[in-house]
Every structure is written in structure tokens, then in C-alpha cells.
């Protein structure tokens, strides 16, 4: 796979308390992403970035902020988490070393399951 | 705004079967059409990439074809077997690189 890995695997916490969740690549692709996975909606972008510090809204932004600093680290925070951001986070990367195409797949973590009491 | 349909939802078949799975997109401005393999607890394992300038590609089993101007694709799985049973999401890239997903047909193959 494309060595993406995603910490914590599973967090319990309640609500108004920050969270940060972590995506780190070692395949020095230049895109990756955030998606959020729950029933009846499917996967759903967060965020995304382009390079390191350059990011932009997805789908469901809102209650969610992200960082880039490092070509293989990308961070998810929810500054004041809620019940309604329960949910199985995805990260994936793409793009090819940094290169913009489309003839390659994007590659997924295993996923962080967040629950908010 | 693309929306993408995945039907059936659920599908159930005996193993040996060939089987075919649908996908449906509203918006043909697409750059790619990627077929994804899901097992519970689990990440998306990519199965097949289909530029938007290409008809289909082809990995072992797994056949799947695209037709940009009807909106559609079909994942053909050939010869079924319980290994197979996972949920196939179907998603298509759209501009800045970004997916749009299917929810996803959960297929059971039953020995």
C-alpha cells in the first residue's frame, strides 16, 4: 500500500474538547485528504491538501480545521467536537510524487473511529 | 453538483457466479472513475482506474467499463468467490483531485 498511517486507530471523548487526529504518508505524494464515512451518507471530503500549507475546503468543513506543515503529515483537528462529528475518519493521499495527474488511484488509511459522548 | 448512486445497495449471490455492479454519476465532467473494495474494519483497497478517455480496464477477475456520456459504469466480477464479499464503492474525480463517492453495493458471496 502507499504506508499511510493514521493515529489514533479508535478515540472516545466528550463533547467541547479539542481532538487532533494524524495522517502520516511515506510515499511523498503530493495530495491528501480527510473524509469522514457514516450510514446512509458514504464518504464525504473534509479537507484536503495540495502541498505543504496548502489546503482547502471539501464537502463538510464546517467544525473542522487542518494543518500541513510536512510533505507526510497531515492533521485533522476539531477544535470543540461534537455529537454529530462521531464518525470513521479516512485518510488518503494521492497525485503522485508531486505531480498533478489523474491517471493514479487514491490510497487509504485504515481509519481512526472517533465517538463523542 | 455531482452525485454519485451505487444499485443495488445489498446483493446476495452463490459462489461461481458472475455478478455486475452499477454505478451512476449526474455530471460527465469527470477525470476519472475509480472502483474501491471495502472489508469491515478496514480501509479502501483501489481495484481499477478508468481514465475518462478510456471504455474499461481489466485486473484478473474484475472487468469495469465506462460510459462518460450515459453517466454509468459496471463492475463485472467473473467467477465469484466468498473472498469476494466485501462493499465496492464506486467514485469519480472531479476537479483539484477530488473524490465523489458512491455509498456503496455490499455483496455477500455464499459458498
Known amino acids: 500500500d502507499a504506508g499511510i498511517t493514521q493515529s489514533p486507530r479508535h478515540k472516545v471523548t466528550e463533547t467541547g474538547t479539542p481532538v487532533t487526529l494524524r495522517c502520516h504518508q511515506t510515499?511523498?505524494?503530493?495530495?491528501m485528504y480527510w473524509y469522514r464515512q457514516d450510514p446512509g451518507h458514504g464518504l464525504r471530503l473534509i479537507h484536503y491538501?495540495?502541498?505543504?500549507?496548502?489546503?482547502d475546503k471539501g464537502e463538510v468543513s464546517d467544525g473542522y480545521s487542518v494543518s500541513r506543515s510536512k510533505t507526510e503529515d497531515f492533521l485533522l483537528t476539531l477544535e470543540s467536537a461534537t455529537s454529530s462529528q462521531t464518525s470513521v475518519y479516512f485518510c488518503?493521499?494521492?497525485?503522485?510524487?508531486?505531480?498533478?495527474?489523474?491517471?493514479?488511484?487514491?490510497?487509504f488509511g485504515d481509519g481512526t473511529r472517533l465517538s463523542i459522548l | 453538483k455531482q452525485e454519485v448512486t451505487q444499485i443495488p445497495a445489498a446483493l446476495s449471490v452463490p459462489e461461481g457466479e458472475n455478478l455486475v455492479l452499477n454505478c451512476s454519476f449526474t455530471d460527465s465532467a469527470i477525470y476519472n472513475l475509480q472502483w474501491f473494495r471495502q472489508d469491515p474494519g478496514k480501509g479502501l483497497t483501489s481495484l481499477l482506474l478508468?481514465?475518462?478517455?478510456?471504455r474499461e480496464q481489466t485486473s484478473g477477475r474484475l472487468n469495469a467499463s465506462l460510459d462518460k456520456s450515459s453517466g454509468r459504469s459496471t463492475l463485472y466480477i467473473a467467477a465469484s468467490q466468498p473472498g469476494d464479499s466485501a462493499t465496492y464503492l464506486c467514485?469519480?474525480?472531479?476537479?483539484?483531485?477530488?473524490?465523489?463517492f458512491g455509498q456503496g453495493t455490499r455483496l455477500t458471496i455464499n459458498p
Open positions: 467514485a469519480v474525480l472531479v476537479g483539484a483531485q477530488k473524490l465523489v
Open positions: 478508468i481514465q475518462s478517455s478510456q
Open positions: 488518503a493521499t494521492g497525485g503522485g510524487p508531486l505531480t498533478q495527474t489523474s491517471n493514479q488511484p487514491q490510497h
Open positions: 491538501s495540495y502541498g505543504v500549507k496548502d489546503t
Open positions: 510515499e511523498n505524494h503530493r495530495y
